[in-house]
């Protein structure tokens, strides 16, 4: 679901604010988009109510990205029990002009798959920026 909807009060807006300033600290010359998703019924079928995504778009096509446009989807637990939310994981997308260039994924291995794979530099900024990602949502807020 968009960044922008799942910002229902301060301390998710900020943790989004944190994960957008954790990128761009690494990729400064990515725009965010906390709305990569139309608001259409076919998009609306397709959204993860469970997740909080957020677009980056690069200037030009980025080499050492192999491509445009990244996706960044946090997936999140929201436990019935204790009613807290939690990441379970974050999913990496990457899109060019073709479709999707690699994929990313903490849920399972921490593998760049795809055609197009990122730079190793990259890679590895990437899997940081997950890492951090996954302790921002994590901390307990107390």
């Known amino acids: 679901m968009n960044a922008s909807e799942q910002a229902t009060n301060l301390e998710l807006a900020s943790k989004i604010a944190t994960v957008v300033n954790l ?38 096509i980025s080499k050492s990205w192999r491509s445009r446009s990244v ?6 637990y929201q436990d019935p029990v204790s009613n807290s939310r939690r990441a379970i994981g974050v999913e990496v997308a990457a899109f060019d002009h073709r479709g999707e260039a690699w994929r ?20 590895d ?10 302790e921002v949502f994590n901390k307990s807020s107390e």
């Open 125 to 134: 900024k990437l899997k940081l920026i997950c890492r951090q990602i996954l």
């Open 104 to 123: 990313l994924s903490t849920i399972d291995n921490w593998s760049i798959v795809g055609t197009s794979v990122p730079s190793l530099q990259v890679g």
């Open 71 to 76: 996706l960044i989807q946090i997936r999140i």
């Open 23 to 60: 990128f761009k600290f690494e990729f400064p010359d990515a725009k965010s988009d906390l709305k990569p998703w139309k608001n259409d019924p076919e998009t609306r079928e397709l959204v993860d109510p469970d997740s909080i995504d957020i677009g980056f778009h690069f200037p030009g």
